[in-house]
């Protein structure tokens, strides 16, 4: 099992840069797996970083956004979380070789 963690500190301010309104909340998302070979930590890792947060964000959003209009507040959003890499060919030889680690 996989387990992770993101947590979440928000805070509104107004135009004296005073704190008006605070959200602090964790989140986590377990993943049961079935792997032929054990991860090793560094795959771990990576998938608690990319996978575990997109899955987490929308709902980190939807409560953030409906615990500052439940407070009175103009609604506080999180950005769209966004991760950069590499798009991969569609189909052929080329996505193939890059699927399996061979550089041309």
Known sequence: MVVCKDDYH???RNSD???IAEIKASF???F???LPREPVERELDEFAGSTGKLVIRPYAREFVQQMSTRMGV???TLE???FRGDVLPESG???EQLSNG???
Do not use: D, G, K
């Open 17 to 19: 840069e005073e704190t």
């Open 32 to 34: 049961s797996t079935e």
């Open 28 to 30: 986590i998302a377990a």
């Open 80 to 82: 769209v979380l966004r």
């Open 93 to 95: 030889s080329e996505a």
């Open 74 to 76: 103009p609604a506080m």
């Open 10 to 12: 928000v805070q509104l």
């Open 102 to 104: 061979v550089n041309t």
